[in-house]
T-cell receptor, first 116, second 116 residues
Framework: SQQGEEDPQALSIQEGENATMNCSYKTSINNLQWYRQNSGRGLVHLILIRSNEREKHSGRLRVTLDTSKKSSSLLITASRAADTASYFCATPRTNAGGTSYGKLTFGQGTILTVHP | EAQVTQNPRYLITVTGKKLTVTCSQNMNHEYMSWYRQDPGLGLRQIYYSMNVEVTDKGDVPEGYKVSRKEKRNFPLILESPSPNQTSLYFC???????????????FGAGSRLTVL
C-alpha cells in the first residue's frame, strides 16, 4: 500500500471556509511534502516540513507534522475557487542512515472543490 | 524559464509498437524520475535516476526502460506497449540534496498515453 495516504478522498466547501486535509504515513521520514495538482496537469510543490518541525506556514497554507502519530495535515485558510485541485502528500523512502534514495512516494490525494 | 519538458503530450498507439516519451530539464538537476498516474491508484514511481548513467527501479518498472546518457534528458521507453500501460505519465526532476534528504520535485506537464 502507499506510504502516504490522504484523508478525506474528497472535500467540498464554500469559498471563504477553511479546508483541512490529512496525510498518514507508515515509516520514519526526514521530511514530508505537499503538492497540488490542477486537473490533468503536473504537480506543483507547495511546502516541505522537516521531521524536526511541528508546524510551518506559507501564505494561506499551514502544515503540521506529528511524527509520533506519523501524520501531517494541510490547512488552507480562507479558501478560494482557484484552490480547487487535488492535493498530495509525499514522503521519501530512507534507509537506516536517514538518506533519501530517490524514492519519493505519493499518496492518492484529496480532491478539493471550492464553490464560489 | 526553469522547466521540465515532456513530449509528446498526447499519444494514441497500438499494442506492441515501441515508443519513447522524452523528458528534458533545463535546471541542471541531478535527479530525475518518471511517475504514472491512474485513477484510484495515485502516482506510482516507475524509474528514477540519481545522476548520469545511474538509474534504479521505482515501484512499477515492469514494461518500461529508461536511460540517462546526459544530465538534462531522461527518456522513458516502452519497448512493447500494452493496454495496461494506458496512463498519464509525469517526468520530474530535483536538485538532490542527499545530506538533508530534501528532494523537492519539479514536474513536467504530463503525457497522456493510450495503448489500443
Amino acid at each position: 500500500s502507499q506510504q502516504g495516504e490522504e484523508d478525506p478522498q474528497a472535500l467540498s466547501i464554500q469559498e471563504g471556509e477553511n479546508a483541512t486535509m490529512n496525510c498518514s504515513y507508515k515509516t520514519s521520514i526526514n521530511n514530508l511534502q505537499w503538492y497540488r495538482q490542477n486537473s490533468g496537469r503536473g504537480l506543483v510543490h507547495l511546502i516541505l516540513i522537516r521531521s524536526n518541525e511541528r508546524e510551518k506556514h506559507s501564505g494561506r497554507l499551514r502544515v503540521t507534522l506529528d511524527t509520533s502519530k506519523k501524520s501531517s495535515s494541510l490547512l488552507i485558510t480562507a479558501s478560494r475557487a482557484a484552490d480547487t485541485a487535488s492535493y498530495f502528500c509525499a514522503t521519501p523512502r530512507t534507509n537506516a542512515g536517514g538518506t533519501s534514495y530517490g524514492k519519493l512516494t505519493f499518496g492518492q490525494g484529496t480532491i478539493l472543490t471550492v464553490h464560489p | 524559464e526553469a522547466q521540465v519538458t515532456q513530449n509528446p503530450r498526447y499519444l494514441i498507439t497500438v499494442t506492441g509498437k515501441k515508443l519513447t516519451v522524452t523528458c528534458s530539464q533545463n535546471m541542471n538537476h541531478e535527479y530525475m524520475s518518471w511517475y504514472r498516474q491512474d485513477p484510484g491508484l495515485g502516482l506510482r514511481q516507475i524509474y528514477y535516476s540519481m545522476n548520469v548513467e545511474v538509474t534504479d527501479k521505482g515501484d512499477v518498472p515492469e514494461g518500461y526502460k529508461v536511460s540517462r546518457k546526459e544530465k538534462r534528458n531522461f527518456p522513458l521507453i516502452l519497448e512493447s506497449p500494452s493496454p495496461n500501460q494506458t496512463s498519464l505519465y509525469f517526468c520530474a526532476s530535483s536538485s538532490q540534496r542527499l545530506a538533508s534528504g530534501a528532494n523537492v520535485l519539479t514536474f513536467g506537464a504530463g503525457s497522456r498515453l493510450t495503448v489500443l
